[in-house]
């Protein structure tokens, strides 16, 4: 295993909005993961009232859940988490490696949104990242995921117009699978307002719904349900999983 600094250091570096946390907060503003989060909980596990959130990021959800959860939130980036701690105070934010963490704390919910999940390759390092979950976890608690249950195959390049600080942005999108490794490669030209370019490559394992389930199931977590938020199960290529701590 790489160490943490080496590990956010690469991340940061092949990641336009992690070397930007402004520009991350901006580009992630209309993200939904807390509502989808709150609406879980409340549906399984109504009682909770602490959370963890790993592969937190500036915050942005953290601020959101901890209206109503006692929260601490875990990334690998330090420039991320220094700009929560300026940008939400009020926050407890942490550097840490989902791999290895241990707060010393059990809680009623243990979340893992934006992908973070997918940012681990390693067959043995996404188990010791489950164990990280079930070391975090009270007995009944409830485990949130974010992640891709399937691949984007499309080869042909998309292009989208993205809010920045700075004005809109046309940002191009080309997407490169392999099967073998599991990884999803998404490649990024960004044309800002100013005439400035910049590209980024972003490689995410792809988890099967039911190797997913596998992992979970290692340290003692069932899987309850995995749905897309689209309102018609599970569709599409993303998926939020369910799954609460039985113990072992």
Same mark, same amino acid.
């Given at each position: 295993m790489t160490s943490l600094n080496t590990e956010a250091e690469h991340v940061e570096a092949t990641n336009l909005l992690y070397r930007d946390p402004v520009l991350y907060d901006v580009v992630q503003s209309g993200s939904t993961s807390a509502g989808m989060?709150?609406?879980l909980i409340e549906l399984h596990r109504p009682d909770a009232r602490t959370l963890v959130d790993f592969g937190c990021g500036t915050g942005r959800d953290l601020e959101i859940l901890a209206k109503r959860f006692e929260c601490i939130g875990v990334d690998l980036q330090p420039g991320m988490v220094d700009h929560a701690h300026q940008a939400r105070?009020?926050? @407890? &934010?942490? $550097?840490? @490696?989902?791999? $290895?963490?241990?707060l010393g704390k059990r809680m009623d919910v243990v979340t893992c949104m934006g992908n973070s999940l997918a940012y681990v390759h390693d067959n043995e390092e996404i188990s010791q990242v489950f164990t990280t979950f079930a070391a975090h976890a009270r007995p009944g608690a409830l485990l949130v995921l974010c992640s891709p249950v399937a691949p984007i195959t499309r080869t042909e390049p998309t292009t989208a117009t993205v809010d920045t600080p700075t004005g809109p942005a046309t940002v191009t999108i080309r997407h490169e699978w392999d099967l073998r490794t599991q990884?999803? $490669?998404?490649?990024?030209?960004w044309a800002f307002p100013s005439g400035a370019?910049?590209? @980024?490559? &972003?490689?995410?394992?792809v988890l099967f719904p039911r190797e997913l389930e596998r992992y979970a199931e290692g340290p003692g977590f069932r899987v309850l349900d995995m749905l897309d938020g689209t309102g018609a199960g599970l569709t599409g290529p993303t998926a939020y999983t369910v799954a609460r701590y039985t113990g072992r």
């Open positions: 989060c709150q609406n105070p009020g926050l @407890d &934010i942490r $550097t840490g @490696d989902m791999r $290895t963490a241990r990884i999803n $490669t998404m490649h990024r030209h370019e910049a590209r @980024d490559e &972003i490689r995410r394992r």
